[in-house]
C-alpha cells in the first residue's frame, strides 16, 4: 500500500496489548530526540563510493521510518525518499504529514519490491529482522546499493566489523562490501529503551569487486562448503572439499595450507575461488 497523501483521519491509538505486541515484534524503539535522529542521520552523507550518473538517479529507501523522526531529518524537496513502514498506524500517520517528496509505503521491507535504480539505505533497523533486512539489502548487488547506514546492537556490528575475527557472513560479502563502525548510540536515546545498545553499521560498495557479481552465488557456495567442513586450516578444509588435487588447490592460489581459514584475507578467498574453479574443472 502506497500512502503518498494524507488518508481519511483514523485514529492512531489501539489496545495497549496490540500496542505493546507491534512495538516487541516489529522492535519499535524510537529515536527518543530530533538531535538523535540528526546525529544518525548524518551519516548518510558523503561516502557514495560510486557516483551516480547524476544526483536525482540516487533514491533514498528509509527502513522501518516508525514515527519519522529520521525521515523528517532527511525529507528535502528535490531528493526522493521512499519511507517503509510495516506498522499501517505509524505508516498513515507519517504520510499524513506530506513531507516534501517522501512516499510513505506500509509494506514489509523484506518482502517488498525494491527500486531498480540506484539506492542508499537507512534505516535504525528492528532487532529481530535487523540481519534478514542486512541481507536483502546486500543482494541488490553493488551497482544498485551505492551505501547503507543501519543502526543495529553494538555486538553484532562489532561482529560485521571484524572485532572477532572472520566469518562466513563477512567472507561471503566483502568481495563487493565494506563494513565500517559508525556513530554508537546509548540505549536511553531511544523509547522505549531497547535490552542493548546499538552502533551504526556503515556499508559502502567497492569500486572494483574482487569477484563478478554475476559469479555471486557460485562464490559465496563455495565459502560456505569450506566454512562447512568445519576445520581450522585451509589444508584441512581443502581435503574434505575436494577428494583429489587439495594441495594443488591451496598452492594455486598461493595460500599456505597452515593458514585458519577465519583469517583468510578476501584477495586469498578471491584466489582460492579460483583455483578452486580452475581444480574442480579438470
Ligand atoms: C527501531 S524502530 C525505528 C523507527 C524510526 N525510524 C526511528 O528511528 O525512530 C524500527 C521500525 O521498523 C518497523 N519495522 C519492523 N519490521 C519491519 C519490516 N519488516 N518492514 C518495514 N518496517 C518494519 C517498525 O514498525 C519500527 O517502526
Not at 48 to 59: A, R
Request: hydrophobic fraction near 40%; charged fraction near 25%.
Amino acid at each position: 500500500m502506497t500512502l503518498k497523501s494524507p488518508l481519511p483521519p483514523q485514529s492512531v491509538s489501539a489496545p495497549a496489548d496490540s500496542r505493546s505486541t507491534a512495538r516487541r515484534e516489529w522492535g519499535q524503539n524510537f529515536f527518543r530526540t530530533a538531535a538523535a535522529a540528526c546525529r544518525f542521520s548524518a551519516q548518510l552523507d558523503g561516502s557514495d563510493t560510486i557516483p551516480p550518473d547524476s544526483p536525482n538517479d540516487l533514491m533514498t529507501v528509509e527502513i522501518g521510518a516508525g514515527s519519522g523522526r529520521v525521515t523528517k531529518v532527511l525529507a528535502s524537496p528535490g531528493t526522493p525518499l521512499l519511507a517503509v513502514e510495516i506498522d499501517p498506524r505509524w505508516a498513515r500517520r507519517l504520510a499524513a504529514e506530506s513531507l516534501p517528496d517522501v512516499t510513505v509505503v506500509n509494506e514489509d521491507f523484506l518482502t517488498l519490491q525494491l527500486p531498480g535504480q540506484p539506492v542508499r539505505l537507512i534505516g535504525n533497523l528492528p532487532f529481530v529482522t535487523g540481519t534478514r533486512m542486512l541481507r536483502r539489502c546486500l543482494d541488490m548487488g553493488p551497482a544498485r546499493m551505492r551505501q547503507g547506514v543501519f543502526l543495529l546492537q553494538r555486538e553484532y556490528v562489532g561482529k560485521r566489523t571484524g572485532a572477532w575475527g572472520g566469518n562466513l557472513f563477512n567472507a561471503q560479502w566483502e568481495p563487493w562490501y565494506s563494513f565500517d563502525r559508525g556513530l554508537a548510540f546509548s540505549r536511553q536515546d531511544f523509547t522505549p529503551v531497547p535490552r542493548a545498545d546499538t552502533q551504526t553499521l556503515m556499508v559502502a560498495p567497492h569500486r572494483r569487486p574482487s569477484v563478478p557479481w554475476r559469479e555471486k552465488a557460485a562464490y559465496q557456495r563455495f565459502v560456505q562448503r569450506v566454512f562447512d567442513t568445519g576445520q581450522m586450516t585451509v589444508g584441512d578444509a581443502a581435503r574434505k572439499v575436494l577428494r583429489r588435487g587439495h594441495a594443488q588447490f591451496v598452492r594455486g592460489a598461493g595460500v599456505r595450507p597452515a593458514d585458519r581459514v577465519k583469517d583468510l584475507t578476501v584477495p586469498e578467498w578471491t584466489a582460492l575461488f579460483r583455483a578452486y574453479g580452475r581444480t574442480a574443472d579438470r
